[in-house]
Structure formats: C-alpha cells, structure tokens
C-alpha cells in the first residue's frame, strides 16, 4: 500500500469534473427515494470512469495501484469507492441492516481510491468502521468521525501500518497494537494483498534489495581499508542509485524494498529507507 495525496491545487480539468459531480450529487440526494438514487448512480457512472479522472488519479501514483503497489500496465484502471455507494456489508459479510451505503459519496472525488479489479471486486461492499454508533446514514452526516477497519491509502498514517517479511508475504508493522494488527490483517485480506503471485514478486525485490545493500556495505568496508579505494566507492555509489531506484514513488514494490532495509537493523541501511 502506498500513501496517496490530492494536491491542494486540482488542475482545471478536475476543477471541471468535481463541478459536474456535485451537479449529479444533489441529483442524487433530491430522488424521492432508494431506488431513484440507485438508478441516478448507474445512469451516470460513466463520470467516474472518466479518462481525464483516471489519467490524473494513475499519474498521482506513478501508474501503481494504490493497494498492491503493481503498475497497472495493460490492467484496467478501477475506481473503488472506499465507502461503497450501494449496501454496506459487517465484518462477517452480512448486509448492515437499514444502512443504504454511502449514496451521497457516488461522485465524491474524496471517496476514490485507484486499483486494480481484482482487489476491487473482493472488497465489494464491506466498510466495518470501529466506531458503529457514529457510522454516516445519510448526507448531512460527517463521515470525517468515522473510524474505519480498512487501512486507507489516503491517511497520513494508515499505510505505515502495513510491512512485509522476507517471503514477501504483507504483515502488521512490528510493535502494532492490537486493534492496528486487526486493521492491517482485514485489509490484507479483502485487498487480497496476501496472494500468491504478489508475495513471489515482493520476495524477489526483497532478496535483490538486500543483495545491493550487502554489496554497498562490502564496497564501502572495502574502500575505507584502502582496497582500490576510488573503484570501490564507485562501486559503493552505483549500489546506493540502485537501492534510491528501488525505494522510490515510482518502483513497483517500493514499500517492500523500504521494510527490506529497516528490517537489517542497520542505522545506515535505515537513513538509505528514509532518504
């Protein structure tokens, strides 16, 4: 998982769309009933498959999706609403009775967040929140009170819950509490973070991470003794770009490379994480 931003300053085509999506939003809420906002819902979905939305929303995550860091390449972008938009469902999958989901949120360019369909379609509709008697019916509530089960990429906190080991596989940040370690492991889950091909993958930008490190660190032991000292250093600064290209915004798997350095317990390799 990565952490995501809006900025401040949308640009003008956004501006345009987000003017578009509040016209469809009071719509929405104006319909004499469920069924008419459900159908408004479908009637304009195509305004959140936008490309001008889709392109801005992929270029905020260098082209990754926002749960399993993978570039989306030839996979179809997907708009998952983080609070879903029709029926709300508990943590054991059963419908949350009376609550018609976050109708109101359809066309809220807050409530999007960018992945791939897989990871999508297994998340469905679920939203357990932590804090049931604040949870939002309708759109004069404030959603800002609730406290979701499922990390968010769009927190400044949440995606620094989520670490990995070195057969790839997402674990809890080591030192979580209790209800932390329950958030990241719902989250692995409905994400389907844990699947297989995903932890082969992390494994082997772990093992190359700490292959370079461990290559920096002979290079740089190597230099100081004053064997070949200008060739090693060299060799030492070549490693280093490679590991900045490993943990950058830009890498698929960079939080992966980020846990692969903390977790040596090296000083240096940690100041390399947060670089």
């Known amino acids: 998982m990565m952490r995501v931003r809006f900025p401040a300053d949308l640009p003008e085509e956004i501006q345009v769309w987000k003017a578009r999506a509040h016209e469809i939003t009071l719509e929405i809420v104006a319909a004499p009933d469920l069924e008419a906002k459900y159908a408004l819902i479908e009637l304009y979905k195509n305004h959140w498959r936008a490309p001008v939305l889709i392109q801005w929303l992929s270029d905020l995550s260098h082209e990754k999706c926002w749960y399993t860091e993978t570039k989306f390449g ?3 972008q997907e708009v998952e609403h983080f609070r879903p938009k029709k029926g709300t469902k508990c943590i054991d999958g059963t419908d949350l009775a009376g609550h018609p989901g976050y109708y109101w949120l359809a066309f809220d360019l807050e409530n999007y967040r960018l992945c791939k369909r897989r990871p999508n379609a297994k998340k469905g509709t679920f939203f357990p929140i932590l804090n049931e008697p604040l949870r939002c019916g309708c759109e004069v509530d404030d959603w800002h009170d609730e406290l979701p089960l499922f990390l968010d990429p769009m927190d400044e906190e949440d995606y620094l819950l989520l670490s990995f080991d070195d057969n790839g596989k997402p674990v809890p940040q080591e030192g979580a509490e209790d209800q932390d370690r329950e958030r990241v492991l719902f989250t692995i889950d409905k ?5 297989r091909i995903l932890n082969i993958r992390r494994a082997q930008v772990w093992a190359s991470c700490r292959e370079i490190f461990n290559s920096y660190q002979n290079a740089m032991k190597e230099a100081k003794l004053g064997n070949g ?20 915004r830009q890498a698929e798997f960079s939080s992966v490379a980020k846990a692969a350095l903390i977790k040596t317990g090296d000083p240096m390799a940690a100041r390399i994480a947060a670089s």
């Open 74 to 76: 030839g996979d179809y």
């Open 191 to 195: 994400y389907y973070l844990d699947e």
């Open 229 to 248: 000292g200008v060739a090693k250093r060299a060799e030492a600064k070549r490693d280093l770009r490679l590991l900045r290209q490993m943990i950058s």
